[in-house]
């Protein structure tokens, strides 16, 4: 097995050494090893055609599919940077993501045009490749996705670990995206370190339900491509039941998900016994840790199954792993740092606290990002000089907990974005969304902690007099504007909210009043 250096090179040398080997299932197709790396050489070849240059920006706007590794691998091997894009996303979002990131190429799913098309007519890409691509994308001067991948024939590009290979949108407490910057070298070392602690194996077969645009999912198919194990794809969790028997057929030895995930399957665990699923030997979860029922529950469930629970965050990928043999002895826990970083508290004024404190997470190692695409005021708050002169840590923004024996315990954010099915959700992207509705005068989102994900999004909503406008009415409003996992699970029309002496909204005890919104018991906010 050879030194990597850029990511693509795990699937170029497997596909040397296996050609055939099973590398993907997709539904009822299998790709070997020489598949995917032949159809992304000629993409990539084609990209380059097309007058793409190293460092330019392609956005990958697909459903989890063959087609689309294909173009993520086809993006990094052209020189370009990746851009994966949830296929949720909607319209206005796309567009900004594209002006944003200037991306030259944007490659998607033809049943998503309605998104793509008023995202292109606001920013247009200069290279644009459909999959299943109809008369009118044609007419448009879009490329057909096969036919580019049959066109092209990729050359050698000079890229080195330095350079950048993907942007990752992910939320901020602005409402507006910002793209995280990492090179090949902090994707690289991050799968690395998470591969080595997690022990993955060649003749694993691992389950990948969550988006490719989702680092986590993203990173199920670099670490399996990396070390040559198969990975099992497809597009959602959205029917476990399927899922579970494409486990059982597929003999699935390495399961990751998220807590909503999770607490679905032990809501049907008679379903999930009647099938055989005695390959599975790894179950890992992120996103937040488990509760520790949950965790018992799954133990019971899966017996003899290894269970990592794990805390990162996209700036980074992965912080920290508690062990199999601590997950009892630890419950709540997210464990201690992994191989290759150092993790550490900080107090807010910076100063380095020792265990048994509480404090700001920082993170030191090669896997840190290389900060945020064309923002370095927001830069500047995340990455801070660090113990060695030159270089830079990152501040996470995340409070912990360290016990004695350096294992961590998330408290919450110093910042209000909300993670809810895995997803870092902004308050103020919705509220800027509830704000656009006639009758809405102001606006609070929050998150509410709930077993299944993690945090629920609530909003409370202060209508104009005489405004007929309904809870349903702004939740189809949302649905219409925000991703899925961005609607609130529940808009709470109030006579006022709390505010601050300067006249702003203050959302210190809102959670409260959500519960006792839900109950019934009270109609207006208390002042706080």
Known sequence: MGAYMLLHDGLTERATESPLREALVCGRRRWTYQ??????????????ASGMEPGDRVAVFMDNSAEAVIALYAVLKSGGVMVPVNPLTKAGKLAFILRDAEAVGLISD????????????AYSPRITIIRDMRE?????????????????QASSVGVIDQDLAALIYTSGSTGEPKGVMLSHLNMMTAATSVSSYLGLRADDRILCCLPLAFDYGLYQVLMAFKIGACVVLERSFAFPAALLT???????????????????????????????????????????????SHVERLCALFPGVA?????????????????????????????????????????PDGRRLPPGSVGELVVRGSHVMRGYWRRPAQTAERLKPGPVPGEYVLHSGDIFHMDEDGYLYFIGRSDDIIKSRGEKV?????????????GVI??????????ILGQAVHAFVVLKAGSRCTDRDLIRHCHAHLESYMVPQHVHVVDGLPKTDTGKIKKTGLCMSALRAMQGLRRTVPSI
């Not at 033809?110 to 007519?121: D, M, N, Q, S």
């Not at 009118?136 to 092209?152: H, N, T």
């Not at 102001?442 to 077993?451: K, L, N, R």
Request: charged residues 25%.
């Open 35 to 48: 598949d995917l790396d032949v159809a992304s050489d000629g993409l990539a070849g084609h990209l380059t």
């Open 442 to 451: 102001e606006a609070a989102v929050i998150g509410v902690d709930d077993e």
């Open 426 to 438: 902004s308050p103020k992207e919705i509220e800027n969304c509830l704000y656009a509705v006639d």
């Open 136 to 152: 009118r994308d044609a007419a448009m001067g879009y490329q057909d996705f096969w036919q580019a991948c049959l066109r092209g």
């Open 110 to 121: 033809a049943h998503l045009h309605g998104t793509y098309e008023e995202a292109c007519a």
């Open 307 to 347: 269970i990592y629970s794990m805390y990162g965050l996209t700036e980074c990928k992965r912080v920290s792993y508690l062990p199999p043999e601590d997950i009892r002895r630890k419950p709540g826990s997210v464990g201690r740092g992994m191989p290759n970083q150092e993790v550490y508290l900080v107090d």
């Open 246 to 292: 494409t486990m059982e057929r597929e003999s699935l030895t390495v399961f990751p998900g998220v807590p909503t995930m999770f607490s679905m399957l032990l809501g049907m665990e008679g379903l999930v016994m009647s099938h055989d699923l005695r390959s599975l030997r790894m179950i890992t979860n992120t996103a937040a840790a488990l509760p520790p």
